[in-house]
């Protein structure tokens, strides 16, 4: 059962809080199972060779790209296949 409504408030904050350290997402595949990914979207955590080149990246509304860094690669789920993202704490968040 997917907990995360599909709105731009919810797209702003896991926006925000995945461009400041690691989090766990769950969230359903495609194929209809789940995983649990450990992400982000913060520069500082993501190799520079990695970095996103070129101003022309084009974004999907529905979808967040993030850096699985298990996998160390790009990944990618769609809003409204999210289960569970832990709310930060106070000092996560400064």
Known sequence: MTIWYDTDTTRKYLKGILSHGIWRVRFTKRDGTER????T???ELIPEEN???G???TENPDVLRVWS???EGWRSFR???IMSVPTPTQEELV
């Open 51 to 53: 970095h996103p080149k």
């Open 55 to 57: 101003a022309n990246i």
């Open 79 to 81: 809003f409204d296949s």
């Open 41 to 43: 979207r913060s520069m």
């Open 69 to 71: 860094v298990k996998d």
């Open 36 to 39: 649990t990914m450990f992400c």
